[in-house]
């Protein structure tokens, strides 16, 4: 079984300050995690994934995030946040090496203010 | 190459009635899955495709719900009768291969509206 936890339904930040949308993660398997945004009337973009290789991934647009297992977390980070990046994040779980099927979080709606 | 498309992108229907949603995934893409997204709710899973073939559909909430996909290449996805709670955004999303090392193409969605 596995499932996901997004912290935080809203996240409000000022534009050029950091960004960080927080996940947690449960999983009786090695697990996959990955974060997906959606914008507005648009699909869901894949920003980073992790598959048991490097803890810190780099996705695109500055985004990245680190792989904790300890704290079963993988928090999503921008060191300056862009008013591009207002949009819905999605932190998701699969287990590594089998079965395909997605797990996703209740999303964070991130709004960047000027 | 061109992403995955569906249509329509909104629909607006009486309970009772039937719709029809479909998924073109991109071309060579082999695998296919449906999501949905009911108000307020997270992504779930409903079904996934490999070529014309069910592979998973643990997720499909019920029998009112059918999903097709001959010849492998687009996929439907019928609700009969519809009912109130199957409002909500239906996503599809097509793979290369296995999702940890090729991720998902997702489409824009079909947000449908059960009135």
């Known amino acids: 079984a596995q499932s996901v936890t997004q912290l935080d339904s809203h996240v409000s930040v000022s534009e050029g300050t950091p960004v960080l949308l927080r ?31 490097a803890t810190l991934v780099k996705g695109i647009n ?24 207002a949009a819905e994040y999605f932190c998701v779980v699969t287990r590594t090496g089998g079965g395909n099927k997605l797990t996703f979080g209740t999303g964070t709606q991130l709004k960047v203010e000027l | 190459e061109a992403g995955v498309t569906q249509f329509p992108s909104h629909s607006v229907i009486e309970k009772g009635q039937t719709v029809t949603l ?20 997270e992504i779930k899973f409903l079904l996934h495709f490999v070529k014309e073939s069910k592979q998973d559909e643990s997720g499909m909430p019920n029998n009112r719900f059918l999903a ?48």
């Open chain 2, 68 to 115: 097709e996909r001959t010849g492998g290449t687009y996929s439907t996805l019928k609700v009969q009768p519809a009912e109130l709670e199957d409002s909500g955004v239906y996503f599809c999303a097509s793979s290369q291969g296995l999702t940890v090392y090729y991720g998902y193409t997702f489409g824009s969605g079909t947000r449908l509206t059960v009135v």
């Open chain 2, 22 to 41: 479909r998924c073109d995934p991109i071309s060579g893409h082999d695998n296919l899955y449906w999501y949905r997204r009911v108000m307020g709710k």
């Open chain 1, 62 to 85: 500055g985004f990245e995030a680190e792989f904790k297992k300890s704290e079963t977390s993988f928090h999503l980070t921008k060191p300056s946040a862009h008013m591009s990046d």
């Open chain 1, 23 to 53: 996940c947690n993660y449960s999983s009786s398997y090695s697990p996959s995690l990955f974060w997906y945004v959606q914008h507005p009337n648009k699909g869901l973009q894949l920003l980073l994934k992790y598959t048991s290789a």
